[in-house]
T-cell receptor, first 114, second 114 residues
Framework: GAGVSQSPSNKVTEKGKDVELRCDPI?????LYWYRQRLGQGLEFLIY????????KSGLPSDRFSAERTGESVSTLTIQRTQQEDSAVYLC????????????FGPGTRLLVL | AQKVTQAQTEISVVEKEDVTLDCVYE???????LFWYKQPPSGELVFLIR??????QNEISGRYSWNFQKSTSSFNFTITASQVVDSAVYFC???????????FGAGTRLFVKA
């Protein structure tokens, strides 16, 4: 079966531009997570979706970051007016339910802001 | 507040040595879940194990074993007879009823030399 997919796999952008990162979760998974991983660092939680609602957005670092999810399907993470410190790998994960279930991760999107 | 500490930043061993990766957690929840993930050089996180707070039985899966001790809030991971392919970053993670997010430790980078 298909795993979690993310696109693009790599994105290079100029400072100040907006970027959209896409995540396709495993079919039937109601929970979806976004994380940020800076080079050589651990995973930083950004946002959690249950269905299309986001009960926990506490990890979004600033109002330049936003995310949406369509039903129990695709999610988009948008970063507006990108800054160099936004350069990182953005990881998406999905699980069959909430916090108690195992998260399955996508390959990530490597974002480089010049 | 929930916290996961992986005090070992990097470990280097020679092939066939046994190695233990430490994980200490903090939570006020009585029901919680602990996870280990492997992140090989390719970057994609691979799920290894999930354990709930009511199950303190140790688990063995091939060369991998896990020691869960609630009394010391630890969930340590041992690789027996390590192999070069075990070289990766290993993350310990915690999810609880107190919040929706999963908290990841900073990771332990394991180098296994031939």
């Amino acid at each position: 079966g298909a795993g979690v997919s993310q696109s693009p796999s790599n994105k290079v952008t100029e400072k100040g531009k907006d970027v959209e990162l896409r995540c396709d979760p495993i079919s039937g998974h109601t929970a979806l997570y976004w994380y940020r991983q800076r080079l050589g660092q651990g995973l930083e939680f950004l946002i959690y979706f249950q269905g299309n609602s986001a009960p926990d957005k506490s990890g979004l670092p600033s109002d330049r970051f936003s995310a949406e999810r369509t039903g129990e399907s695709v999610s988009t993470l948008t970063i507006q007016r990108t800054q160099q410190e936004d350069s990182a790998v953005y990881l998406c994960a999905s699980s069959s339910d909430g916090y108690q279930e195992t998260q399955y991760f996508g390959p990530g999107t490597r974002l480089l802001v010049l | 507040a929930q916290k996961v500490t992986q005090a070992q930043t990097e470990i280097s061993v020679v092939e066939k040595e046994d190695v233990t990766l430490d994980c200490v957690y903090e939570t006020r929840d009585t029901t919680y879940y602990l996870f280990w993930y492997k992140q090989p050089p390719s970057g994609e996180l691979v799920f290894l194990i999930r354990r709930n707070s009511f199950d303190e039985q140790n688990e063995i899966s091939g060369r991998y074993s896990w020691n869960f001790q609630k009394s010391t809030s630890s969930f340590n991971f041992t690789i027996t007879a390590s192999q070069v392919v075990d070289s990766a970053v290993y993350f310990c993670a915690l999810s609880g009823t107190g919040g929706f997010k999963t908290i990841f430790g900073a990771g332990t980078r394991l180098f296994v030399k031939a």
